[in-house]
């Protein structure tokens, strides 16, 4: 019960690793705010979470209205202690072809997510002057993506930047941000790709073998809980040796 009454926001939630997340999360005794653009997938979480758990479709790309879901949530399930910034969006292109309608759909889906969930949130971590955020990266935007996704990989390396100079103005007042660095995990964006990318994103791990969404879940939980209290502006990359 590493999270015990701990009042956890998740963003994302109805995704293959926001559920995984969420559920590791509510057996650990958090209390759960979760939200997601896909009301029925968020509706079967918040399901399977019971007591534990509440949520409601939100728009994560607007501030005024990812405001007042954190201040619903703070009446349902008390001001956010922790939070997990899952909210993000894969797609594949050539740049040469692209148009800055991509780019920007990009940004907007997994950058702009993670500034929108932080700011609506820190004001309360402040005022507590402790509290635990969780982003999410990528080995993309670390090292570039393998598969044909420049503004994915760009946005991912900004949500990097971002959580590094954001734990250099907030953690001196208590407030931890890290970010998770999945490498090739079995969800829907790798199930997808062809044969050949499969087991390019397999073979480039040092255990011969994707990552399970239970594999990114635990690393969250790490970042989470104070079992990592004296980590914060870390890039915790969980790829099973990928581009090591």
Not at 80 to 100: K, W
Not at 205 to 222: C, E, F
Request: net charge negative.
């Amino acid at each position: 019960m590493r999270l015990e009454d701990k009042a956890v926001l998740v963003t994302g939630a109805a995704g293959l690793i926001g559920r995984e997340v969420c559920r590791l999360l509510a057996a650990e005794g958090a209390r759960l705010a979760v939200t997601d653009v896909n009301g029925d997938g968020l509706e079967a979480i918040i399901g399977e979470l019971g007591e534990e758990g509440w949520g409601r479709p939100v728009d994560a790309t607007s501030f005024p209205d990812f405001r007042a879901f954190v201040a619903e949530a703070a009446h349902r399930t008390g001001p956010p202690e922790v939070l997990v910034n899952v909210a993000g969006l894969f797609r594949m292109g050539d740049f040469v072809t692209s148009e800055p309608a991509g780019w920007e759909s990009m940004i907007s889906a997994n950058l702009i997510t993670a500034m929108v969930a932080c700011r609506a949130v820190l004001p309360a971590m402040v005022t507590a002057t402790s509290g635990s955020i969780v982003n999410f990266a990528s080995t993309a935007g670390e090292y570039g993506s393998i598969r044909p996704a420049a503004a994915y990989a760009a946005a991912k390396a900004g949500v990097i930047g971002f959580t590094k100079s954001l734990a250099r103005e907030v953690s001196p007042i208590g407030i931890r941000v890290n970010a998770v660095s999945p490498g090739p995990i079995d969800t829907p964006a790798f199930q997808s790709a062809s044969p050949e990318d499969r087991a390019t994103a397999e073979a480039r791990t040092l255990l011969g073998r994707m990552g399970q969404p239970t594999d990114i879940a635990n690393g969250v939980l790490y970042l989470a809980c104070e079992e990592s209290a004296f980590v914060t502006g870390t890039v915790l990359q969980v790829n099973g040796g990928s581009l090591l």
